[in-house]
């Protein structure tokens, strides 16, 4: 024997990933054949699963004062509401058994909750609102979506009626319940106007002192005119006193703050109420005293000129009528000097009764005025209830509108068979791999000088091509 | 000159002290004793297909043998060559048929293919020869353990250097080798060939090879590929070690 066997002979070559492919890609029949099974068992996988298509429609939201709390409903609290209003399980339920949908869940409680997976409502810029829905059929994604707008708007017009009848019965109960307390103070009012009817007459905004000290100038201030029409020469106009100009303005302002008084209580009060008796007596006094202030103010008429007497002086029965219109002149002076100083001591000199009773009056009167004011409040409330239930219920202005219908989704939302296609090829070419490379794992045979070397260890003396198609069994 | 018969008396007390008897025979046969080489002409009138160096010298396969018998050489010139397979159809007959062709068409030095595989002998139908009519290996080797100077017949192939010796139809209850009457006679065909090819049947088959392998110089694997297994390489491998195993020659698929 020549020599012993060395170790190297039966030293491994290192196994490089190079030749595990190539000795996987021996077994490409295998690759393929598993690669084929796997694609013929994806194919009707992926035939079978279902598209899911979205139609979308939009809905405008009105922002519409509410009756009742009269501030703007807010497009989110509004998003809130109608998405509750969506999502009802009743109307969803109603819309599948309507539809048919989901005809696998017997239970179409569980056939509403797997649609309310699919509907969404999302609340956009410009009091918009998107509702979608998800089906696997184009065309049933745009009725369910289209019935589900249509069931949404006509709901949420009735829920606007029915809260409308609502805050207008509120309203009514509560006109009635304020008329009643309004009533009641008037007529509290009346008892005791009746009781004292020197308060009535005492809110008077003219003092009796005052009056009656224009009724003294007045006199005086004519008194005056006449003296010096009379000492006046002949055929000399004496220009207006500016006492009596200043007394018929203030007579013109009396005059016309009383019309306005009267005109405001005509329009609120009945002719038994004693306001506006008070107030038909005020203007009347007025006109009164301003007619007299005209008459005194009025330009003095041209005088013929007297005939001088002997004496080159006045007549006697003239210096006569002159005196003694002096002396009535100095008496109203001094009434005057005293009303004057009545006038301004007048308010030390408070009647606590009189005072008592002018605080009663104002709180009754004021109890009167904000039961009016509150009835008032009510009856515009009233009536803004009134023309939104009327709107309503007419339903020619609704607050939800369509602003663009459902549309018939041409291409699906996300396409799943692609992706299951993908998958399944996937899923397909790692199994054929895997089971390529299995293959090559358990198959030790020898299919070139490499695999000779690397499984046997030993060295390749030359790799012959094969002369015959396949090994024969008869011969060695 | 006869083979002196195996002497059954015992030898004398003088020469050999010893009480243990001799078994065997201590003196070698001399120069006379060598039997001869017969040669028996025979024309290939039909090569076998796997034949390559006849049915087609120029071919990439008979490239690929004339590169064996280099690497052979390379491998230090061994003059006796066993080739043999982990299992039986792996192209062991091929190989050493073609190998054994290889060398003989260089006309300078003389090479005898050997037929040692008993159980499928193929080796005079690759090369058409007639059958039963030609020198059978067994047969002579039988016979040469009586009469060792019995001269050897072989079967000359065509006009080269190539020598046969095949094996012929052998009953299946003979089919045993005897590992030194096979080892003389390779002893004995070394003095008349350069170089001795030796076509040994599968290694796993059977104890054969290990009864032979001793007699080569050298030992060739034959392996085909997408048939042969690594594992049963590996298991031949190991049941012929420590032979100097001169390397695997592959058969493409």
């Known amino acids: 024997m020549a020599g012993a066997l060395t170790e190297g002979h039966m030293r491994a070559a290192p196994v490089t990933p190079w030749h595990v492919a190539r000795r996987t890609l021996r077994h490409w029949p295998v690759f393929l054949a598993v690669l084929a099974t796997g694609i013929a068992a994806g194919v009707p996988v992926v035939l079978r699963t279902e598209q899911v298509y979205r139609s979308e429609a939009v809905l405008l939201y009105r922002q519409t004062a509410r009756v009742g709390s009269g501030e703007a409903d807010s497009s989110r609290r509004a998003g809130s509401r109608l998405q509750d209003m969506l999502l009802s399980q009743e109307r969803l339920r109603r819309i599948a058994d309507e539809m048919r949908l989901y005809p696998q869940h017997a239970d179409r409680n569980v056939a509403a909750d797997e649609m309310r997976k699919r509907v969404m409502l999302h609340v956009r810029d410009g009091s918009t609102f998107l509702v979608t829905f998800d089906a696997a059929d184009p065309a049933v994604a745009q009725a369910a979506i289209a019935r589900l707008t249509q069931t949404l708007i006509r709901d949420n017009a009735l829920q606007r009626v029915s809260e409308a009848e609502e805050t207008r019965r509120l309203l009514d109960g509560e006109h009635q319940r304020l008329a009643q307390e309004v009533n009641k103070r008037e007529t509290a009012l009346t008892e005791f106007l009746r009781v004292h009817p020197e308060a009535a007459l005492a809110r008077s905004p003219a003092p009796d002192n005052r009056r009656e000290l224009d009724t003294v100038q007045r006199e005086f201030a004519g008194l005056r005119a006449g003296r010096l029409r009379a000492d006046a020469p002949a055929g000399v106009t004496t220009r207006p006193d500016p006492d009596l100009l200043a007394i018929v303005r203030r007579a013109e302002q009396e005059l016309a703050t009383s019309r306005l008084e009267l005109a405001e209580r005509e329009q609120r009060l009945t002719d038994a109420h004693p306001d506006l008796m008070t107030a038909r007596e005020r203007a009347r006094r007025a006109q009164a005293d301003l007619l007299q202030a005209r008459e005194l103010a009025a330009p003095p008429l041209v005088i013929e000129p007297a005939r001088p007497s002997a004496n080159g002086g006045p007549s006697s029965p003239a210096r006569y009528a002159t005196d003694m219109a002096g002396a009535e002149m100095a008496s109203l002076e001094q009434e005057i000097t005293r009303l004057r100083r009545t006038g301004t001591g007048s308010g030390r000199r408070i009647n606590r009764h009189a005072l008592r009773v002018e605080v009663e009056l104002e709180g009754l009167r004021h109890d009167v005025e904000q039961a009016r004011q509150q009835l008032a409040s009510l009856e515009e409330r009233q009536l803004q209830a009134a023309m939104v239930e009327k709107v309503a219920a007419s339903g020619a202005l609704g607050q939800l509108a369509l602003l663009d219908p459902a549309s018939r989704p041409g291409l699906p939302l996300v396409d799943v068979r692609k992706k299951v296609a993908l998958a399944a090829l996937t899923v397909a070419l790692m199994l054929a791999g895997g089971t390529a490379l299995l293959r090559a794992r358990a198959d030790d045979r020898i299919f070139n000088d490499t695999d000779a070397e690397w499984m046997a260890g030993q060295s390749v003396l030359v790799t012959v091509p094969s002369t015959q198609g396949r090994p024969r069994r008869n011969h060695a | ?253």
């Open chain 2, 1 to 253: 000159m006869p083979e002196p018969p195996l002497s059954k008396e015992p030898p004398s007390s003088q020469a050999r002290p010893s009480s243990v008897l001799p078994l065997f025979r201590t003196e070698r046969p001399g120069p006379a004793a060598r039997p001869e080489v017969v040669a028996e002409r025979h024309a290939v009138a039909r090569a076998d297909q796997g034949l390559v160096l006849l049915t087609s010298p120029t071919g990439r396969a008979a490239a690929k043998y004339r590169a064996l018998r280099h690497r052979l050489l390379e491998h230090g010139d061994p003059k006796a060559v066993l080739v043999t397979s982990a299992h039986a159809s792996e192209g062991t007959t091929t190989v050493a048929s073609n190998l054994a062709l290889a060398i003989a068409e260089l006309r300078r030095y003389r090479v005898l293919l050997l037929e040692a595989n008993l159980h499928r002998p193929s080796l005079a139908a690759r090369f058409a020869l007639p059958h039963n009519q030609h020198p059978c290996f067994f047969a002579q080797l039988e016979e040469h353990r009586s009469t060792p100077a019995a001269p050897w017949r072989v079967t000359e192939m065509g006009a080269g250097d190539l020598h046969l010796l095949a094996v012929g139809a052998v009953a299946a209850e003979a089919r045993r080798i005897d590992a030194p009457s096979f080892a003389a006679a390779l002893e004995a065909m070394r003095a008349h060939y350069e170089y001795v090819i030796v076509d040994a049947p599968p290694v796993l088959t059977g104890p054969d090879v290990n009864l032979l392998q001793d007699a080569a110089d050298a030992i060739v694997l034959v392996a085909r590929a997408r048939h042969t297994r690594a594992r049963a390489l590996r298991e031949a491998i190991e049941q012929i070690s420590p032979a100097d195993i001169a390397g695997v020659v592959v058969i493409a698929a």
